[in-house]
């Protein structure tokens, strides 16, 4: 299947911009198909905890309400983003979402949208939970999937797990990024302190392979497409990812709404929430189709197979809400505790609940 489509062209250039700050495209309704009368895209089957909440939900009424959503256009976990515009899952539940691809700071991110800068956005939980545990007025109604992040290290190095990292050096793109968190966890888990028994080496993200090449790093962090196109020609391997052990069932990636979205309008924030979830479903059993909406964003040297292929490593099946998404955020939290991220005094249990918004029930 070919990756070309009309309008690939001036999404891209929509899109393009400065690296910071935020870039707008009004593309709630370009490309958007209707579903035929009567016909769901989505077998609900294979959903039995979302089907309810799904079918019953009712549009909203009047004309399409203007909302603005923030994401990474670079990210291809985001891909339930433009399979909503190009399946008509936002316009199904009568918004027309101007998408706003935002490369500043997470801090910067969430204060826009507390400040209605933008009405909500999506990105990864534990880039997220920090800055939300200092106060942003932002509300986690849903999450998309899990996977995304990984360890690659020189295939013919002798590091074969994360045990192997004791003493070494590491690459990283953002020492409070995501997956620099995550991997740190795993570590502190097995007994190895991320602040003492290794060292973190902040390099800009596109030069992180080149640092290890030079032999500046022994393995380096890195998330998909990247990290995955990196792996390609057998130079490096996958020491560990964010899909192994306990967090195979784990999200990585959340919907964020502002507070008073939430509570001026929650009929509003239900529709942009069950739009984001219908997408999760709809990628999860059309990888294909999926990988097409994304492949206006992809990297260049990202192949259709490439993208087909990430679209169904990551597990865009798992998307919780309610109890199982607020457990998930507590587990988050703990796990930030143990790495000295998040304050040895918070109330985990109490922050799950003040972050977590239930819009399905409305």
Same mark, same amino acid.
């Given at each position: 299947?070919?990756?070309?489509?009309?309008?690939?062209?001036?999404?891209?250039?929509?899109?393009?911009?400065?690296?910071?700050?935020?870039?707008?495209?009004?593309?709630?309704?370009? +490309? %958007?198909?209707?579903?035929?009368?009567?016909?769901?895209?989505?077998? *609900?089957?294979?959903? !039995?905890? =979302?089907?309810?909440? &799904?079918?019953?939900?009712?549009?909203?009424?009047?004309?399409?309400?203007?909302?603005?959503?923030?994401?990474?256009?670079?990210?291809?976990?985001?891909?339930?983003?433009?399979?909503?515009?190009?399946?008509?899952?936002?316009?199904?539940?009568?918004?027309?979402?101007?998408?706003?691809?935002?490369?500043?700071?997470?801090?910067?991110?969430?204060?826009?949208?507390?400040?209605?800068?933008?009405?909500?956005?999506?990105?990864?939980?534990?880039?997220?939970?920090?800055?939300?545990?200092?106060?942003?007025?932002?509300?986690?109604?849903?999450?998309?999937? +899990? @996977?995304?992040?990984?360890?690659?290290?020189? #295939?013919?190095?002798?590091?074969? @797990?994360?045990?192997?990292?004791? @003493?070494?050096?590491?690459?990283?793109?953002?020492?409070?990024?995501?997956?620099?968190?995550?991997?740190?966890?795993?570590?502190?888990?097995?007994?190895?302190?991320?602040?003492?028994?290794?060292?973190? /080496?902040? *390099? !800009?993200?596109?030069?992180? /392979?080149?640092?290890?090449?030079? +032999?500046? #790093?022994?393995? *380096?962090?890195?998330?998909?497409?990247?990290?995955? $196109?990196?792996?390609?020609?057998? %130079?490096?391997?996958?020491?560990?990812?964010?899909?192994?052990?306990?967090?195979?069932?784990? &999200?990585? =990636?959340?919907?964020? $709404?502002?507070?008073?979205?939430? /509570?001026?309008?929650?009929?509003?924030?239900?529709?942009? #929430?069950?739009?984001?979830?219908?997408?999760?479903?709809?990628?999860?059993?059309?990888?294909?189709?999926?990988?097409?909406? *994304?492949?206006?964003?992809?990297?260049?040297?990202?192949?259709?197979?490439?993208? /087909?292929?990430?679209? @169904?490593?990551?597990?865009?099946?798992?998307?919780?809400?309610?109890?199982?998404?607020?457990?998930?955020?507590?587990?988050?939290?703990?796990?930030?505790?143990?790495?000295?991220?998040?304050?040895?005094?918070?109330?985990?249990?109490?922050?799950?609940?003040?972050?977590?918004?239930?819009?399905?029930?409305?």
């Amino acid at each position: 299947m070919s990756n070309d489509r009309p309008g690939q062209l001036s999404r891209r250039a929509l899109l393009g911009g400065s690296a910071a700050g935020l870039l707008a495209a009004p593309l709630g309704i370009l +490309g %958007a198909q209707a579903f035929p009368s009567g016909r769901s895209p989505i077998d *609900f089957s294979e959903f !039995p905890l =979302c089907r309810t909440s &799904s079918e019953t939900a009712t549009a909203l009424s009047g004309a399409p309400r203007k909302l603005r959503l923030s994401w990474n256009a670079n990210a291809v976990c985001l891909v339930t983003v433009p399979v909503a515009i190009d399946h008509g899952f936002f316009q199904k539940q009568n918004l027309d979402v101007e998408l706003v691809n935002f490369a500043g700071s997470t801090d910067q991110l969430l204060e826009a949208i507390a400040t209605g800068k933008s009405d909500g956005g999506v990105g990864m939980a534990l880039r997220w939970l920090k800055p939300l545990e200092q106060g942003f007025d932002v509300k986690i109604t849903a999450a998309t999937h +899990g @996977g995304c992040m990984r360890v690659l290290a020189p #295939t013919k190095s002798g590091i074969a @797990g994360l045990a192997d990292l004791t @003493g070494k050096t590491i690459g990283v793109a953002d020492l409070g990024g995501a997956d620099k968190n995550f991997f740190s966890i795993e570590l502190a888990k097995r007994g190895i302190d991320p602040n003492t028994d290794v060292e973190w /080496r902040v *390099f !800009p993200g596109n030069l992180l /392979r080149l640092a290890a090449e030079k +032999g500046e #790093t022994h393995a *380096f962090l890195s998330g998909d497409p990247v990290a995955y $196109l990196w792996l390609k020609d057998g %130079a490096f391997k996958e020491v560990a990812s964010n899909l192994d052990g306990e967090y195979r069932e784990r &999200s990585c =990636c959340i919907l964020g $709404l502002r507070g008073n979205l939430m /509570r001026d309008e929650p009929l509003v924030a239900r529709a942009v #929430t069950q739009a984001i979830l219908d997408a999760a479903m709809f990628t999860a059993q059309n990888p294909e189709l999926a990988a097409k909406a *994304f492949s206006p964003y992809a990297p260049k040297d990202a192949t259709f197979d490439d993208l /087909r292929s990430l679209v @169904g490593y990551h597990t865009h099946h798992h998307h919780p809400t309610g109890a199982v998404l607020k457990g998930e955020l507590k587990a988050y939290a703990d796990d930030l505790k143990l790495v000295s991220v998040f304050k040895k005094t918070t109330d985990t249990t109490k922050f799950a609940e003040r972050i977590y918004a239930d819009v399905l029930s409305i």
